[in-house]
């Protein structure tokens, strides 16, 4: 009986304590990741009591964080009527919000238009410089306007533009873009790295609109004059090929045993022999005759056909011996 009238007064205590004597009521939450664009009561205590749902202010910016310190929880506490006090100073509360960045082609999409309406070219690329990306709620519906644009059509393409980002879930902001608008060209360009010496298919490449600087003079426009031909250097995807970026198709390849023929008049000639070197159609590569180790340079005129010319010595002979010297 004695036990049941402590536990009874104990009771009666706690009933009516005052706010002080219900410390462990509130717990901190140590860090929040918010889904709105407000910082709530219930954000920073649990059981945070009847105000959990008071509004105490703007969040951080989509992908940005707040840090609240002791002594501001332990104020904050206080004008709310919330049961917690800090246990030391080192209690706080990390505030973050998800965000992604606004992606780069959605404010060119937008800039574009005001381009055009000042009198940029009927084709052209933007170019951006010192591009930082706004941040907006994940899977926020995003809206554009150009709210002013300076672009300098006559002398040298640049534009300076001040963009507002409209987004569900947050307050609205503006971003400052500044650049350049060229002339573009359609050009041949890879559609993925292509290796040194590789034959170039028709689904290696594709043509792309590029600025006129970045095109350049040597560029190729044509789709035709790229496929079936070799690759003289290692390939970036999206950059232009340009002329000397390709060769003929490899017909005789270095090592390989070739057919070495001399037409003189009426007369034709042929021998067998090793390249020591590669060549396409037309080029010229060295040849040996491997009986006599002399050394001519040969035309390429097929898979592993080589033509001398009338006349031609060799570059290098063993003793008097001579490939094929017509005179």
Known sequence: MRRTAVLVSFAVLLAAAPPALAALAARLRA???LDA???RLCDLFRDAGPNAARVLGPGPAPGGRIVVPAAQLAAIARDYDVAWHPLSAADQVVIER???PLARAALLAALRPA???AGAPGRFTIGLARFVAPMVPPGAKVKLAVESLSYDRADSGRFQATLAVFASGMSPVETALAGVVEGERRVVVPRHRIAAGQRIGAADVALRPVGTALAGSRVITDLSLVVGLDSRRSLA????IRRGDLAPPTLVRKGAAVVIRVHAGALSLSAQGIALGSGGMGEVVQVLNPVSHAI???VVT???RLRVSPGSQPLLASGSA????VR
């Open 296 to 298: 001519l340079l040969a």
């Open 322 to 325: 001579m490939l094929m010297a």
């Open 237 to 240: 995807p999206g950059q232009p």
């Open 302 to 304: 097929g898979p592993d």
């Open 37 to 39: 664009p407000v910082v």
């Open 115 to 117: 381009l055009a309406a």
């Open 31 to 33: 860090i929040v990741v």
């Open 98 to 100: 998800p965000g992604r």
